[in-house]
């Protein structure tokens, strides 16, 4: 069964820790992203990778870090830097269609700091 | 710089009834749009998608959309609404050589039996 998969499906996090959430596609996508979804706004992407061992930083990367040393896993750190985590977070990966990817979502993780 | 424009934050209508999602783009040249849907605690879901061609695509669910340029809109419409398609609808253009997906904050539907 191809697709996307996030885990954990929530997460709680103390002041002060960094929390690792997972992302796993077997879509065989070269790239994949990571956004943030708060209540009332549109998703915003944190980081992004087109190919293995590369990434690029989004639009609000700070306080975030990741790394991509397979093709198919694409973790996010949320370090204790990140000033205000409480959100869902979504990853997707991409599947090329000439000049523009059509990216695919998982089910996404909500992270919360108690 | 790109950005897509959703009007409308909530709708809602009638089980049976016919549905539009609005959604306006802003760029130059033909762009990709795309409408995703999510359900409460759920990802995305690519309802359907537009890079070229026809201007009426259709999609999953009974969905299509029509592109016009005249109007700058990609607007999602559905014949018959049924109960199971409350949800929030989020239109997308990409942005950038890295295929960076631009949303719109998003359209909450009820409906109503």
């Known amino acids: 069964d191809g697709g996307i998969t996030q885990s954990p499906k929530y997460l709680f996090r103390k002041e002060g820790q960094n929390v690792t959430l997972s992302c796993e596609q077997n879509l065989n996508h070269d790239a994949m992203y990571w956004y943030r979804q708060d209540p009332g706004q549109g998703l915003r992407l944190i980081y992004y990778s087109q190919i293995v061992n590369d990434f690029q930083k989004g639009d609000i990367a700070e306080g975030y870090s990741v790394s991509r040393e397979k093709k198919e896993s694409f973790p996010l750190t949320v370090t204790s830097a990140q000033k205000n985590p409480t959100a869902f977070y979504l990853c997707?990966?991409?599947?090329?269609?000439?000049?523009?990817?059509?990216?695919?979502f998982g089910p996404g993780t909500r992270l919360t700091v108690l | 710089a790109q950005s897509v424009t959703q009007p409308d934050i909530h709708i809602t209508v009638s089980e049976g009834a016919s549905l539009e999602l609005r959604c306006n783009y802003s760029?130059?040249?033909?762009?990709?749009l795309f409408w995703y849907v999510q359900s409460p605690g759920q990802g995305l879901q690519l309802l359907l998608k537009y890079f070229s061609g026809d201007t009426l695509v259709q999609g999953i669910k009974g969905f299509e959309a029509e592109f016009k340029r005249s109007q700058s809109s990609f607007n999602l419409r559905k014949p018959s609404v049924h109960w199971s398609d409350a949800a929030e609808y989020f239109c997308?253009?990409?942005?950038?050589?890295?295929?960076?997906?631009?949303f719109g904050a998003g359209t909450r539907l009820a409906v109503h039996p």
């Open positions: 760029y130059g040249a033909t762009p990709y």
């Open positions: 997308a253009t990409i942005s950038g050589g890295y295929n960076k997906l631009i």
């Open positions: 997707a990966s991409g599947a090329p269609g000439g000049l523009a990817d059509t990216q695919y």
